[in-house]
């Protein structure tokens, strides 16, 4: 991971003369779990959460300004609730996890002053903060085995962008991901967890100095 953000950080510094810009995106997460157990088995009634998550960087504008390179921090918050009917039991769980995004945005089409485009990400991101509700019951989750590890969470997006200025321009984003675990504490558990996500959200990017990139021009 180390290695990764140093070849990232030396191939923007390397794109310095080319222009640059910064974004900032927030939202909100639609998240469920898809757990299966050792056995086989998954739990049931497992039900989607809505949550917020916060995404901010940079972005390289390659020739021929239809696509710009990513790199950026983002904090997203996962999360999902269940009910055992029998037991009369709830269960709810809020997972908060920070991590570093790349990818690239491609702009695809163009209709009078909005651009439509395609964003392909991946992110790597660690827990910062968890819990688990058992009725009235609240569990830290960190140093458990099925949250408490890396995960990596390909991501594609779809969106608008529409220029409010020259330097500056509001953008809608809509993106799925699922995620994958990078390392298993107990891999004889055979245990799986995915986290889901739907994401809609709300951003501005803005040129910085020396930037000859136009948000009217495509």
């Given at each position: 991971?180390?290695?990764?953000?140093?070849?990232?950080?030396?191939?923007?510094?390397?794109?310095?003369?080319v222009s640059?810009?910064?974004?900032a995106?927030?939202?909100?997460?639609?998240s469920?779990?898809?757990?299966?157990?050792s056995?086989?088995?998954?739990?049931?009634n497992l039900q989607?959460?809505i949550a917020?998550?916060?995404n901010?960087?940079?972005?390289?504008?390659l020739?021929?300004d239809?696509t710009?390179?990513i790199?950026?921090?983002?904090?997203?918050?996962?999360?999902a609730?269940?009910?055992?009917?029998l037991?009369?039991n709830?269960?709810?769980?809020d997972?908060?996890?920070?991590?570093?995004?790349?990818?690239?945005?491609?702009?695809f089409?163009?209709?009078?002053?909005?651009?439509?485009?395609?964003k392909p990400?991946?992110s790597?991101?660690?827990l910062?903060?968890?819990?688990?509700?058992?009725?009235n019951q609240?569990f830290?989750?960190?140093?458990e085995d099925e949250?408490?590890?890396l995960?990596?969470?390909?991501r594609?997006g779809i969106?608008?962008q529409y220029p409010?200025?020259n330097?500056?321009?509001?953008?809608?984003?809509?993106?799925?991901?699922r995620s994958?675990?990078?390392?298993?504490?107990r891999?004889?558990?055979?245990?799986?967890l995915?986290?889901?996500s739907?994401?809609?959200?709300?951003?501005i990017?803005i040129?910085?100095?020396?930037?000859n990139?136009?948000f009217?021009s495509?």
């Amino acid at each position: 991971m180390k290695r990764l953000t140093i070849l990232l950080g030396m191939f923007f510094f390397s794109h310095s003369s080319v222009s640059q810009l910064v974004y900032a995106e927030w939202g909100q997460t639609i998240s469920n779990f898809d757990y299966e157990n050792s056995t086989g088995g998954t739990l049931e009634n497992l039900q989607p959460k809505i949550a917020s998550y916060l995404n901010a960087g940079y972005q390289v504008q390659l020739k021929g300004d239809k696509t710009t390179l990513i790199l950026g921090g983002v904090l997203n918050t996962y999360g999902a609730v269940a009910s055992d009917v029998l037991l009369d039991n709830y269960f709810e769980w809020d997972v908060t996890y920070a991590g570093i995004q790349t990818g690239l945005t491609y702009y695809f089409a163009r209709s009078r002053s909005l651009l439509f485009y395609v964003k392909p990400t991946v992110s790597l991101e660690y827990l910062v903060r968890g819990t688990q509700t058992l009725n009235n019951q609240v569990f830290n989750l960190s140093g458990e085995d099925e949250f408490d590890n890396l995960l990596l969470v390909p991501r594609v997006g779809i969106g608008l962008q529409y220029p409010i200025s020259n330097k500056a321009a509001l953008y809608l984003n809509y993106g799925y991901g699922r995620s994958f675990s990078l390392a298993k504490a107990r891999p004889e558990d055979n245990e799986k967890l995915n986290i889901n996500s739907h994401m809609v959200g709300i951003g501005i990017v803005i040129q910085l100095p020396g930037c000859n990139c136009a948000f009217k021009s495509f």
